[in-house]
């Protein structure tokens, strides 16, 4: 009896008792859904973030307040907080640093902006963030149409704007042209736009292109009260000099919050290749604990599969002694129930994966990601059901193959 003859057996015997086998689908397409749908959306968010800290260059660091970055699990990795960076830390920082490097100083105002222009306006989930000259090229924003701040409109404060994408589809009639030299207004305060970002994408829950950015010190003039910590940039033309950068901030840094020799920083160095290691390592972390919970509701399916084959293997005894008796090999019987407890899984496990994907993706959506096909984790899925399929149909197929014929026939 080949492998085809076997299956065609399995679908049938799945269609005689076609309830039974349907419960032990959903059980295992639970396991797998779960399995394939976590890990999806994970790796879904993961290219999201990746994409985005790519966007700051392999030249690029942060000056943070200690503790407040971008941390690994355990307890090893805790740190005090330090206390925030205040304007004139920044400001002076920027004066300060001699080194052949960018400096760039910006500031969240809010993320909860409502921005109006005439009678159309937006939902109360905009963010209006502050920056300098330089900002536009630390971050890796680039300017679609128009242009980025001057020396003067920063230096003044003036009430000018660069705008994000969605603002300009969403109060423009998607047309750049006429968002450039317009006005727009935040709690009442008019801006005029200069200029309109490229898009930038989505990262979590926060779209990159629902953007107001206004000169830094328009931030601190009007949402002083609500920002205590501004944002240090610093990029190096080359890589090579990252190093000497680093030790040149710590050093100019210290000197200016007063901190003594032996006395550890109140701030940290965070650079974008450890924040990649962090987030591998926390999404690592992640995927193992998901594997852990899928393989645990995988046991329980296989549980239900075996019991369910062991009652298959009793209600046959007959149909096995007349084959038997006809000439099958145990070989053969052994064979076929395998096969048919491989098929129930493969079933299920596709329905799963199918449901996974769906699933993954819309959570992958919901916060910001992109659509992927995770084609590792299907894989994975076919494996794991296949195994799951020969351990749970083994104990009872082995026990078919070794019913005595004719003890068999005379089953009733």
């Given at each position: 009896?080949?492998?085809?003859?076997?299956?065609?057996?399995?679908?049938?015997?799945?269609?005689s008792n076609f309830l039974r086998a349907a419960l032990t689908f959903l059980i295992i397409a639970i396991g797998i859904m779960a399995l394939v749908g976590i890990l999806t959306a994970l790796d879904?968010?993961?290219?999201?973030?990746?994409?985005?800290?790519?966007?700051?260059?392999?030249?690029?660091?942060?000056?943070?307040?200690?503790?407040?970055?971008?941390?690994?699990?355990?307890?090893?990795?805790?740190?005090?907080?330090?206390?925030?960076?205040?304007?004139?830390?920044?400001?002076?920082?920027?004066?300060?640093?001699?080194?052949?490097?960018?400096?760039?100083?910006?500031?969240?105002?809010?993320?909860?902006?409502?921005?109006?222009?005439?009678?159309?306006?937006?939902?109360?989930?905009?963010?209006?963030?502050?920056?300098?000259?330089?900002?536009?090229?630390?971050?890796?924003?680039?300017?679609?149409?128009?242009?980025?701040?001057?020396?003067?409109?920063?230096?003044?404060?003036?009430?000018?704007?660069?705008?994000?994408?969605?603002?300009?589809n969403l109060l423009f009639d998607e047309k750049m042209e006429k968002a450039i030299g317009s006005t727009i207004s935040i709690r009442n305060i008019k801006y005029r736009v200069i200029g309109v970002?490229?898009?930038?994408?989505?990262?979590?829950?926060?779209?990159?292109?629902?953007?107001?950015?206004?000169?830094?010190?328009?931030?601190?003039?009007?949402?002083?009260?609500?920002?205590?910590?501004?944002?240090?940039?610093?990029?190096?033309?080359?890589?090579?000099?990252?190093?000497?950068?680093?030790?040149?901030?710590?050093?100019?840094?210290?000197?200016?919050?007063?901190?003594?020799?032996?006395?550890?920083?109140?701030?940290?160095?965070?650079?974008?290749?450890?924040?990649?290691?962090?987030?591998?390592?926390?999404?690592?972390?992640?995927?193992?604990?998901?594997?852990?919970?899928?393989?645990?509701?995988?046991?329980?399916?296989?549980?239900?599969?075996?019991?369910?084959?062991?009652?298959?293997?009793?209600?046959?005894?007959?149909?096995?002694?007349?084959?038997?008796?006809?000439?099958?090999?145990?070989?053969?019987?052994?064979?076929?129930?395998?096969?048919?407890?491989?098929?129930?899984?493969?079933?299920?496990?596709?329905?799963?994966?199918?449901?996974?994907?769906?699933?993954?993706?819309?959570?992958?959506?919901?916060?910001?990601?992109?659509?992927?096909?995770?084609?590792?984790?299907?894989?994975?899925?076919?494996?794991?059901?296949?195994?799951?399929?020969?351990?749970?149909?083994?104990?009872?197929?082995?026990?078919?193959?070794?019913?005595?014929?004719?003890?068999?026939?005379?089953?009733?």
């Open positions: 009896m080949n492998i085809l003859e076997n299956i065609r057996i399995a679908i049938d015997s799945i269609r879904s968010v993961y290219a999201s973030l990746s994409s985005n800290l790519s966007s700051m260059g392999a030249n690029t660091f942060n000056v943070v307040p200690s503790g407040q970055g971008v941390r690994g699990g355990g307890r090893r990795n805790r740190k005090k907080v330090g206390k925030s960076i205040s304007y004139r830390d920044a400001m002076e920082f920027k004066e300060r640093l001699d080194f052949p490097a960018t400096v760039s100083v910006s500031a969240m105002g809010t993320s909860l902006a409502t921005v109006k222009n005439g009678l159309e306006q937006t939902n109360p989930n905009v963010v209006v963030y502050g920056a300098d000259e330089y900002y536009l090229a630390v971050a890796g924003y680039e300017v679609e149409l128009g242009r980025n701040f001057t020396s003067t409109e920063i230096n003044n404060g003036q009430s000018v704007a660069i705008i994000g994408q969605d603002l300009v970002l490229k898009s930038k994408g989505s990262s979590m829950s926060q779209s990159g292109d629902k953007i107001v950015m206004i000169p830094l010190l328009t931030v601190k003039r009007y949402y002083g009260s609500q920002t205590n910590n501004y944002n240090l940039t610093i990029s190096v033309k080359d890589a090579i000099d990252m190093d000497a950068a680093t030790a040149a901030t710590i050093s100019t840094f210290r000197n200016i919050r007063k901190i003594r020799i032996g006395e550890d920083n109140n701030f940290d160095i965070q650079k974008s290749d450890s924040l990649f290691n962090l987030l591998e390592e926390n999404t690592s972390t992640l995927r193992l604990a998901t594997i852990l919970i899928g393989l645990i509701t995988l046991l329980g399916a296989a549980i239900g599969l075996m019991n369910i084959m062991l009652v298959s293997v009793t209600e046959r005894t007959r149909e096995i002694g007349i084959r038997k008796a006809l000439g099958a090999s145990s070989q053969a019987i052994l064979s076929q129930f395998l096969t048919e407890a491989v098929v129930i899984c493969q079933l299920g496990g596709i329905i799963g994966i199918i449901l996974g994907i769906g699933i993954g993706n819309i959570v992958s959506f919901a916060t910001g990601g992109s659509f992927v096909i995770p084609w590792l984790w299907m894989i994975m899925g076919v494996i794991v059901c296949l195994i799951v399929g020969l351990v749970s149909g083994l104990y009872p197929a082995m026990k078919a193959a070794k019913l005595d014929p004719i003890e068999a026939l005379r089953y009733e």
